[in-house]
């Protein structure tokens, strides 16, 4: 498997997805409190392995990943979903494919 990245990389991560859930006002909500109050407690000790910063490293790392993909779903969603009914010729527009202009795909 590979190495985890920086415990301040993925903050940052989860800070930027929080903004773009929340805005400008992001550093005000709730979410966010959590969030800096997780880092600040499992800060890198002294100690040489410390299983629990190891673990809360792997969370915070699922977490981003649940943010990025809540995100980029939703984007997909409303780019395919939100129009209600189109021609075939709009859907086959929408996945990059042209109709065939005569009966039998002669063009």
Request: charged fraction near 20%; proline fraction near 4%.
């Amino acid at each position: 498997m590979a190495g985890l990245s920086s415990p301040l990389r993925v903050c940052r991560g989860i800070l930027k997805e929080l903004r773009a859930i929340h805005g400008p006002t992001y550093n005000r909500s709730l979410a966010y409190n959590y969030v800096m109050d997780q880092f600040r407690k499992n800060k890198v000790t002294g100690e040489r392995y410390c299983r629990a910063q190891h673990e809360a490293n792997h969370d915070s790392h699922t977490y981003l990943c649940l943010l990025a993909s809540s995100r980029t779903h939703q984007a997909l969603h409303n780019f395919y979903h939100v129009k209600g009914e189109c021609s075939t010729e709009q859907a086959a527009g929408m996945v990059g494919l042209r109709l065939p202009t005569q009966p039998g795909g002669w063009s």
